[in-house]
């Protein structure tokens, strides 16, 4: 198992992951991909992929062989859109496949894109009606689903089991999940303080939690990633298009 191969920031969303063959098109309309070759079309990620530079190739493949679909976190009522945004940025960096979202009837947005670097362009995110509902969903295909919340009950993050798919479920910074949220989970979890603070910031505490879990997940599993090929190749074509599609748009205008 090996670390995500490392690259320069700057080629990730910019111009440089397209060959100077696909920016040279005309600039009459953006939106409208280049002539098609050998009969593929242009809007396929088959078309895209030779277009690619050998550097940001690189950088999808290694990307989607470290994707964990098995690792996830809920959302669930976030009021501040800056910390749903620097949560979706974390889980995206840790390599995580998806997050769950519940909306908050007050928030203005999914995701700020100054906090989250299109990082959620990157990820699926599945929105829910409520809490509950994405915790009986997710145990029902298999995960098991800790909120974080202080109560007595309530594991060390540290002691979450890794041996199965597990998802995180953050509540609303001031309310936490909901009752019956709770009831809907199979346990909860806390961050131990060594301050005389109770608690972290939920985006630092998703970090911290899903940090320690994809880490553990990733060493009982004895390799990066857990897709199976048919959704690696499924993946690899989306960033194909997304590398295509962001690296036109922020082509250099003259």
Known sequence: MGPV??????????????????????????????????????????????LLTAERKARIESVVEARLQSVTVVLDRLLDPHNTAAILRTAEGLGLA???????????????????????????????????????????????????H???????????????PVALLFGNEHEGPSPETLAACTGTFR????????????????????AHLAGARRRLLGRPGDLSE???????????LLAAKLARRMKPRP
């Open 191 to 210: 961050i131990p303080m060594a301050g005389f603070t109770q608690s972290f910031n939920v985006s630092v505490a998703a970090g911290i939690a899903l």
């Open 98 to 148: 998806r997050v769950h979202v519940v909306a908050h009837e007050a928030a203005d947005g999914i995701a700020h894109r100054r906090v989250t670097q299109d990082a959620h362009k990157w990820l699926e995110v599945e929105p829910h009606a409520s809490g509950a509902q994405a915790a009986r969903r997710l145990r029902e295909s298999g995960f098991e689903v800790w909120a974080g």
């Open 150 to 164: 202080l109560d007595r009950a309530a594991r060390l993050y540290s002691e979450l089991p890794a041996d199965r």
């Open 5 to 50: 191969t490392p690259v320069d920031p700057a080629d990730l969303p910019g111009p440089r992951g397209l060959t100077e063959e696909v920016l040279r098109e005309d600039e009459g309309d953006a939106g409208v991909a280049p002539a098609s070759a050998a009969g593929v079309a242009p809007a396929s990620a088959a078309f895209y992929w030779p």
């Open 230 to 240: 048919e959704a690696r190749v499924q993946l690899r074509d989306r960033f194909t």
